[in-house]
């Protein structure tokens, strides 16, 4: 069975955005596999008394700056959605009812919706830019809008999140790779020389 790594992210992420795609380049470069796990990190902050930093403060306006020059590292187009932090729940929900019907339209639809929110800047939070992304993967927007809807979609986001935080999930993203927990996307590089130093003793 193909390896794994656990990756909890929520789509008003900005480190997840970045994230996501190295951890892709790590996923083709070693074989293994992503288990998406998209999740409600507001009811996470909001169980543990965590507060995301204000723009304003110090830590804040680092954040940004450092979010910024990440992606350029990383040659990531990248622009602020306004607002900032959106709300995420309808894009979270989208995955997991998409997951249900075709696993492959889920992954795009990972990508798709970061590209549109930190990509192009524009608010994910809005069921008309879904509706709009939906259509850009060609997939039906009315029934993934209806999809989102449904009461087991909305538990199983509930359920994903309730089990991150059971396994010490704060932040996002956060990666497990044979249950050790990695967080941040610069831990991807972590990762990266973990798997380096396994394959370099498999030769």
């Known amino acids: 069975m193909k390896r794994a790594i656990d990756f909890y992210?929520?789509?008003s992420s900005s480190y997840s955005y970045i994230g996501q795609h190295r951890l892709r380049a790590?996923?083709?470069?070693?074989?293994?596999?992503i288990d998406w796990q998209p999740i409600a990190l507001g009811a996470i902050?909001?169980?543990r008394g965590h507060a995301p930093p204000q723009p304003d403060s110090l830590k804040g306006r680092y954040v940004w700056h450092d979010v910024e020059r990440s992606a350029a590292e990383w040659g990531l187009p990248y622009h602020w959605p306004d607002p900032f932090p959106f709300n995420s729940i309808l894009a979270a929900r989208a995955y997991w009812?998409?997951?249900?019907?075709?696993?492959?339209?889920?992954?795009?639809?990972i990508g798709a919706v970061f590209d549109a929110s930190f990509g192009q800047g524009r608010d994910c939070s809005d069921p008309a830019v879904l509706a709009e992304v939906a259509k850009g993967l060609d997939l039906d927007a009315e029934e993934v809008m209806q999809g989102i809807a449904r009461d087991e979609v909305k538990q199983?986001?509930?359920t994903v999140t309730d089990e991150a935080m059971e396994r010490g999930v704060f932040g996002a993203p956060t990666f497990f790779l044979d249950g050790?927990?990695?967080?941040?996307?610069?831990r991807i590089d972590q990762m990266w020389r973990t798997l380096e130093r396994e394959r370099q003793g498999e030769r």
Do not use: T
């Open 97 to 109: 009812f998409l997951k249900e019907i075709d696993e492959e339209d889920a992954v795009d639809w």
């Open 9 to 11: 992210f929520d789509f």
């Open 180 to 186: 050790e927990m990695y967080w941040g996307a610069d």
């Open 156 to 158: 199983k986001l509930k």
């Open 45 to 47: 902050f909001k169980a």
């Open 26 to 33: 790590l996923a083709e470069e070693f074989g293994v596999r």
